[in-house]
């Protein structure tokens, strides 16, 4: 029965330790890791998404990393389906599954499910990314301003990402994609313990700067210039290329574009904590501790009962 089985959530910001702690929780119940990150599922981009190392991999089998091509077109709505089957499968040998990843939509509708919301032309679609590779993330926000003005209240302005889905959807619709947001969590077949990694501010963005001077080392730039072809895909509107396509372009240095990412990098990191705070059933723990096994085995004697 699926519901005597256990889904162990391991969130947080990028950087904060996710990989590292998921590996030993998942070695610890000797389970699988699923990864509910957006861009790691792609087998064209590797060091610009922090993938987990070779190394990493053969300690724990992982699932959707690396699994997929970039011209995959993958959501929230996408992962929900797709994840959802795969556990499926994986609690037909596993007791406990391990789910790891910075993406807060993914991990929402995993756990929760997400609001139906009808399909979108190719065109507009394409329309939009081509636009804001023109004109920026300044256009973006000006034209959610101007068509849907719903969501340019909901305080997430500046996120490209999010703009870009929102500004589609309405042009598509004719309706704000708040409209859509209104069903109740969906209840799912097995118990779900959600856990979210923190750590204090100036260590957590002195990390990401590390880790970028450390990207960059093992050869970020060569891998972007490799997917310069595919650079008008939303999986490329990302921190770590755009950077890099704009030095690419004569519009940055290297310098610059170095220095660009590791901005860019903190930001997005300050939105990902700012959404998972938001998210009522995260349990939060230090990712400074040497582990979080305790932690996990006390949340799931609480979730049981015991």
């Known amino acids: ?10 969130a947080g910001p990028t950087a904060v330790g ?14 699988v890791i699923l990864s509910a990150d957006s861009r790691q599922c792609f087998k064209e981009m590797n060091i610009g998404v922090a993938r ?6 053969n300690q724990v089998p992982h699932y959707f990393i690396a699994s997929h091509h970039i011209q995959k ?43 139906v919301i009808p399909e979108v032309p190719a065109s507009i679609r394409e329309q939009v990314i081509q636009q804001y590779e023109t004109n920026g993330i300044s256009w973006l926000q000006e034209q959610i301003r101007l068509y849907d003005p719903l969501f340019s209240s909901t305080g997430e302005m500046q996120n490209p990402q999010r703009l870009m889905r929102a500004l589609e959807v309405v042009l598509g619709t004719g309706q704000s994609i708040i409209s859509f947001r209104h069903s109740g969590k969906q209840p799912r077949p097995f118990q779900i313990i959600q856990v979210g990694l923190e750590l204090p501010r100036e260590k957590l963005y002195e990390r990401i700067n590390m880790r970028v001077d450390l990207m960059m080392q093992a050869g970020q730039e060569e891998e972007a210039r490799q997917l310069i072809p595919y650079k008008h895909l939303n999986a490329l509107q990302t921190v770590g290329y ?4 704009d030095h690419f372009d004569g519009i940055l240095s290297r310098q610059e574009a170095i220095e660009q990412i590791k901005q860019n990098t903190r930001r997005y990191a300050k939105r990902q904590m700012t959404w998972f705070k938001r998210q009522a ?6 990712a400074g501790k040497p582990t979080i096994i305790p932690f996990v085995e006390g949340l ?7």
């Open 300 to 306: 799931m004697g609480e979730a049981s009962g015991v």
């Open 18 to 31: 996710k990989t590292a702690h998921a590996i030993e929780v998942a070695r610890h119940f000797n389970t």
């Open 52 to 57: 987990p190392s070779v190394e990493e991999l």
């Open 73 to 115: 077109d993958i959501n929230a709505a996408w992962y929900e389906n797709y994840a959802l089957n795969l556990l499926q499968e994986l609690f037909s040998r596993h007791d406990t599954v391990v789910v790891t990843g910075g993406t807060g939509l993914y991990i929402k509708a995993l756990v929760e499910g997400l609001d």
């Open 242 to 245: 755009r950077e890099l396509f």
């Open 1 to 10: 029965m699926l519901n005597s089985k256990s889904l162990i959530v391991i």
């Open 281 to 286: 059933d995260l349990h939060w723990v230090d």
